[in-house]
């Protein structure tokens, strides 16, 4: 099993297992609960999903080691988005659903990753890079999000030497001193982390501009009604 599908897996298994009554937990993410962490997966699923049917034509911008954007400003609060994501996680209610949305839109995204071709170039953020390039990136993502959902669960700490192995490795791997957070190591989707404004604006453009090339191509699209979690077949 590649590395993109093996910390996938070992996260969607976490999140599977996490008790509903931890889902309002504090999770790793500051400011966030563990349900809200669950919900910024669904959309991470989405996003791998988005761009690895985003074909680009121009040569790679980035590749694993540069995909991801350092800021060493925290958001100061006031952009909606550092609230959105809380609101979404809210709306589910009861944390089965949410966890059903993530291993649906979870399976698909591991499924896709392993179908696709490694060596063609997907674009994303306003960047190119290599298919097999942008799921690297994405096994650290995964990685400190497994962390982050078991940071502060008791009923997690039978798994947190496996978390600090994995947390050890990876960080050995950049060539960072085992134990100590890297200097400026974006933490992805924790709004105390990240500078989600400019990326978001990024998100907003690029997806405007597959709409219209999509419009243009298939007028008469219609976008795909899914079944609810509770008419879904299991």
Same mark, same amino acid.
């Given at each position: 099993?590649?590395?993109?599908?093996?910390?996938?897996?070992?996260?969607?298994?976490?999140?599977?297992?996490?008790?509903?009554?931890?889902?309002?937990?504090?999770?790793?993410?500051?400011?966030?609960?563990?349900?809200?962490?669950?919900?910024?997966?669904?959309?991470?699923?989405?996003?791998?999903?988005?761009?690895?049917?985003?074909?680009?034509?121009?040569?790679?911008?980035?590749?694993?080691?540069?995909?991801?954007?350092?800021?060493?400003?925290?958001?100061?609060?006031?952009?909606?988005?550092?609230?959105?994501?809380?609101?979404?996680?809210?709306?589910?209610?009861?944390?089965?659903?949410?966890?059903?949305?993530?291993?649906?839109?979870?399976?698909?995204?591991?499924?896709?990753?392993?179908?696709?071709?490694?060596?063609?170039?997907?674009?994303?953020?306003?960047?190119?890079?290599?298919?097999?390039?942008?799921?690297?990136?994405?096994?650290?993502?995964?990685?400190?999000? /497994?962390?982050?959902?078991?940071? /502060?669960?008791?009923?997690?700490?039978?798994?947190?030497?496996?978390?600090?192995?994995?947390?050890?490795?990876?960080?050995?791997?950049?060539?960072?001193?085992?134990?100590?957070?890297p200097t400026g190591v974006l933490r992805h989707g924790c709004p105390a982390d990240r500078d989600r404004s400019a990326y978001a604006?990024?998100?907003?453009?690029?997806?405007?501009?597959?709409?219209?090339?999509?419009?243009?191509?298939?007028?008469?699209?219609?976008?795909?009604?899914?079944?609810?979690?509770?008419?879904?077949?299991?």
């Amino acid at each position: 099993m590649d590395p993109f599908s093996q910390a996938w897996m070992a996260l969607r298994t976490a999140v599977a297992e996490t008790p509903d009554e931890d889902f309002g937990m504090p999770s790793g993410c500051a400011g966030w609960l563990v349900r809200d962490l669950v919900c910024h997966l669904v959309i991470d699923a989405q996003d791998v999903l988005i761009t690895l049917v985003t074909p680009a034509q121009s040569e790679p911008t980035r590749n694993a080691a540069t995909y991801w954007e350092v800021s060493r400003t925290p958001p100061t609060g006031d952009d909606p988005l550092d609230a959105l994501i809380p609101r979404l996680a809210a709306a589910y209610g009861d944390p089965g659903l949410l966890k059903f949305h993530l291993d649906d839109l979870g399976s698909a995204a591991g499924r896709a990753a392993v179908l696709a071709d490694r060596g063609a170039q997907v674009g994303t953020k306003e960047q190119v890079l290599t298919v097999g390039d942008y799921l690297s990136a994405y096994v650290l993502e995964w990685t400190l999000h /497994h962390l982050d959902l078991i940071a /502060h669960r008791p009923s997690a700490v039978g798994r947190r030497a496996t978390g600090r192995d994995a947390r050890g490795s990876t960080r050995t791997a950049r060539g960072d001193r085992a134990g100590t957070v890297p200097t400026g190591v974006l933490r992805h989707g924790c709004p105390a982390d990240r500078d989600r404004s400019a990326y978001a604006d990024r998100r907003r453009a690029g997806r405007r501009r597959r709409a219209g090339r999509e419009a243009a191509t298939h007028p008469g699209l219609i976008s795909d009604r899914r079944r609810s979690p509770r008419e879904a077949p299991r």
